[in-house]
C-alpha cells in the first residue's frame, strides 16, 4: 500500500497546482451531490443526530472550497541576493504519501481537512478511519473515485483506504515511506503516534482530546449560557474533543443558572439521532459507558464535597442508562443513551 502511494506521489507531484486543486474542486461537488446519504450514513455509524451529520459532510464541502483557492496560493518568497541582477527563489515541495488517522466521532470531517490540502500540495493519501466506523470511509471512497472519474488523468491510489485497529495504524505510523502522520484521537493516543513518528523524523499533526471549561461571569446573559453550556455539553452526546466538561459559576448567579441549567437538561430529547426533534443520540458502543460510568462516580463525589462546603442544596447527576436501537427507546427520557441495550445494574 505504501509502495502504490509513493507511486502516486511521484506522478502526482508533477501536475501543476491548479490542476489538482480543479481535483478537489470536483470533490466538492461530489459532496454536494451526495451530502443527504452520506450525512445519514454518519449518524447511523456513530450515532451524532442527523443534523450534526448533515453539518459534518458541509464542513467537507467548505474545505474543498478552501483548498481550491489555496492551489493557485502555493506561494515562496523572492530573496534578495548579493550579486548584481540576481534573486533567489524559494520553493515548495510535496512531501509524500500522507498518512491519515481519524477517530469516530467524527468519521469524515477530518479526513477531507488533511486530505483537501495533502492533494492540492501534491500528496496522496492513507487513510486509516477508526474502526468503529469504517462504511463512512468506504463511502467517501466511492464519492471520491467519481471526483477522479470526472478529473480524467489522475495517477492510481491518490487515496487508499486502510481498515483495521491500532495494530493497522501502527503499521502505518511506523513506516518510514510515510514522511507525514496526521492524527486526530486521544491524547494517549497522539502521544503514542507523536513519539513513533518521531523516533523516525517523520512529522505529525495532532488534533487530540480536551478537557473545556466555561466560565459563567455575573454579567452573563444567562439564556445564552444555558444554550451554549448544554449544546456543548451534549452535542455528540458528550464525545467531542470540544465538548464541555466543568462548568465554573460565579456564586452570585448560582442559584439562579443551576435550576434553569437543571430543567434544560430534563427537557433534552433523547433517542434515534435520525428523528428530527432528538438533540441527543446514543454513545458509539458499552466500551464508551465504562469510563463515563466512572467519571460519573467520580463527579458525584466532587459535585457533593463542593457544594456541602459552599452550603448549597446538592445536585443529582443522573446514572446513564442504555439505548436500545431496536426499539428506539431509552430507559428513561432524562438519562443519557448508548448504543446497546444492557442490563441495568442495582444502583440505576
Not at 463512512?136 to 481498515?163: E, H, N, R, S, Y
Not at 465538548?243 to 437538561?265: F, G, T
Amino acid at each position: 500500500m505504501v509502495t502504490r502511494g509513493v507511486r502516486a506521489f511521484e506522478a502526482w507531484r508533477e501536475v501543476p497546482a491548479p490542476r489538482r486543486g480543479e481535483l478537489v474542486r470536483l470533490l466538492g461537488e461530489a459532496l454536494r451531490a451526495q451530502k443527504e446519504d452520506l450525512g445519514r450514513l454518519v449518524t447511523l455509524e456513530c450515532g451524532k443526530i442527523l443534523q450534526e451529520g448533515l453539518g459534518e459532510v458541509q464542513e467537507m464541502i467548505d474545505i474543498c472550497d478552501f483548498a481550491v483557492g489555496l492551489s493557485r496560493q502555493l506561494y515562496g518568497l523572492t530573496i534578495a541576493s548579493e550579486r548584481p541582477g540576481h534573486a533567489m527563489r524559494e520553493t515548495w515541495h510535496p512531501m509524500g504519501a500522507c498518512g491519515v488517522i481519524t477517530s469516530f466521532n467524527f468519521p469524515v470531517a477530518p479526513w477531507a481537512w488533511n486530505s483537501a490540502l495533502a492533494l492540492v500540495c501534491g500528496d496522496p493519501v492513507i487513510w486509516k478511519p477508526s474502526e468503529k466506523t469504517p462504511l463512512c470511509a468506504l463511502a467517501v471512497d466511492k464519492i471520491f473515485a467519481t471526483a477522479v472519474a470526472k478529473f480524467g488523468d489522475a495517477p492510481d491510489d491518490l487515496l487508499q483506504i486502510l481498515l483495521g485497529g491500532r495494530d493497522v495504524a501502527a503499521l502505518l505510523v511506523e513506516n518510514h515511506g510515510v514522511p507525514i502522520v496526521s492524527a486526530t484521537g486521544s491524547t494517549n493516543m497522539g502521544r503514542a503516534v507523536g513519539t513513533a513518528v518521531a523516533e523516525r523524523f517523520g512529522r505529525s499533526i495532532l488534533e487530540l482530546g480536551g478537557n473545556n471549561a466555561m466560565i459563567v461571569a455575573p454579567s452573563a446573559e444567562l439564556d445564552l449560557t444555558i444554550r451554549a453550556a448544554v449544546f456543548s455539553a451534549v452535542g455528540t452526546a458528550g464525545q467531542r474533543c470540544t465538548s464541555l466538561r466543568r462548568l465554573i459559576v460565579h456564586e452570585d448567579i448560582y442559584d439562579q443558572l443551576i435550576p434553569r441549567l437543571k430543567a434544560a437538561y430534563e427537557t433534552l430529547p433523547l433517542g434515534d439521532p435520525l428523528t428530527d426533534s432528538v438533540l441527543v443520540g446514543p454513545l458509539i458502543d458499552g466500551q464508551a459507558m465504562r469510563p463515563w460510568r466512572a467519571r460519573s462516580n467520580r463527579l458525584k463525589q466532587t459535585v457533593a464535597w463542593f457544594t456541602a462546603a459552599a452550603g448549597r442544596s446538592p445536585i443529582n447527576i443522573p446514572t446513564p442508562t442504555m439505548y436500545d436501537r431496536r426499539s428506539s427507546r431509552c430507559r428513561t427520557r432524562t438519562r443519557l443513551c448508548v448504543g446497546k441495550p444492557l442490563r441495568r445494574s442495582s444502583t440505576s
